[in-house]
């Protein structure tokens, strides 16, 4: 079945950096849209970055400049690499993967706090 497990998370200053993984398996890593997602304390699960099959990618506003989203198709592996992360980063990301439908991983926790 489809599984996908983060693995990255963790308490960082602000200023600071994080690279965030999703492994994946279970389906054709190369053929699936990966997005990452992210949901902080009582607001809605927002988009972050997308990456296509193509390898185009998407971003929220508030991140460009400072997340770069990629894959490797071998390793069936999508990253997230935050820089110059701020306390309003903070959140539980979310590896996500469209297929016929979409697949969710457990979430990783990203604190920003000095």
């Known amino acids: 079945q489809v599984q996908l497990v983060e693995s990255g998370g963790g308490l960082v200053q602000p200023g600071g950096s994080l690279r965030l993984s999703c492994a994946a398996s279970?389906?054709?890593?190369?053929?699936?849209?990966m997005s990452w997602y992210r949901q902080a304390p009582g607001k809605e699960r927002e988009l972050v970055a997308r990456?296509?099959?193509?390898?185009?990618?998407t971003y929220l506003d508030s991140v460009k400049g400072r997340f770069t989203v990629s894959r490797d198709n071998a390793r069936n592996t999508v990253y997230l690499q935050m820089n110059s992360l701020k306390p309003e980063d903070t959140a539980v990301y979310y590896c996500?993967?469209?297929?016929?439908?979409?697949?969710w991983g457990q979430g990783t926790q990203v604190t920003v706090s000095s």
């Open positions: 996500n993967a469209l297929l016929s439908k979409y697949y």
């Open positions: 279970g389906f054709i890593f190369s053929t699936a849209v």
């Open positions: 990456i296509t099959l193509l390898g185009d990618t």
